[in-house]
């Protein structure tokens, strides 16, 4: 149980470009979701908090106009990176929270791999 | 605020033998603690957790990881190491709070030597 999948698991698109990420809990329901940004060799990074129904919360920093996010549904968060640039080229992960009994677990997405051109 | 701590950047270990991986917080409360891996090009996969109890956690292939609170550590360990093992691993930090973010240290990169 606790399944997140992720949609692309790559994708290369041209400058100037729009991308959109599908982040999806198969068999839980998540209230909250989270998107992670990972640079080569470095750690994930937090780039926004993800609520049900409501509007991100994005991390210092981080462009809420070039990074849109939106969770329409409690499987279901999408990242959309706008006008996106090479400097964007990226491992983007997302977790789903659940509440395992009553502990604040996630449950992470294996990652989509973006190149810009 | 939270920060988790890995002072290790990379480590090189002989197949077969012992592994340690360091790993600090600092927390004014227990937090939750967690042990990922990651292999090049991968997402990342649970070595294990702590949330409370017992502060030996036993993990998948073969690590295992000890909560000290008195050192703020949750150090990872595995007696022998197989080639297998080579990866990222991150030690993670989380609240006990619905909604909450982990916060991730820096990595540790696993070399194994023949």
């Known amino acids: 149980g606790a399944v997140v999948s992720q949609h692309p698991s790559w994708v290369i698109c041209k400058s100037g470009t729009s991308v959109k990420i599908e982040c999806r809990s198969l068999d839980f329901q998540a209230t909250t979701m989270f998107w992670y940004r990972q640079f080569p060799k470095q750690s994930l990074m937090l780039m926004a908090t993800s609520n049900e129904g409501s509007k991100a919360t994005y991390e210092q920093g981080v462009e809420k106009d070039k990074f849109l996010i939106n969770h329409a549904s409690l499987t279901l968060s999408t990242l959309t990176v706008t006008s996106a640039h090479p400097e964007d080229s990226s491992f983007y992960i997302c977790?789903?929270?659940?509440?395992?009994?009553?502990?604040?677990?996630?449950?992470f997405g294996p990652g989509t791999r973006l190149t810009v051109l | 605020a939270q920060s988790v701590t890995q002072p290790d950047i990379h480590i090189t270990v002989s197949e077969g033998a012992s592994l340690e991986l360091r790993c600090n917080y600092s927390?004014?409360?227990?937090?939750?603690l967690f042990w990922y891996v990651q292999s090049p090009g991968q997402g990342l996969q649970l070595l294990l957790k702590y949330f409370s109890g017992d502060t030996l956690v036993q993990g998948i292939k073969g690590f295992e990881a000890e909560f000290k609170r008195s050192q703020s550590s949750f150090n990872l360990r595995k007696p022998s190491v197989h080639w297998s093992d080579a990866a990222e691993y991150f030690c993670a930090v989380g609240l006990n709070q619905a909604g909450t973010a982990l916060i991730f240290g820096k990595g540790t990169t696993l070399s194994v030597s023949s």
């Open positions: 927390y004014g409360a227990t937090p939750y």
């Open positions: 977790s789903a929270g659940a509440l395992a009994g009553r502990v604040n677990e996630q449950f």
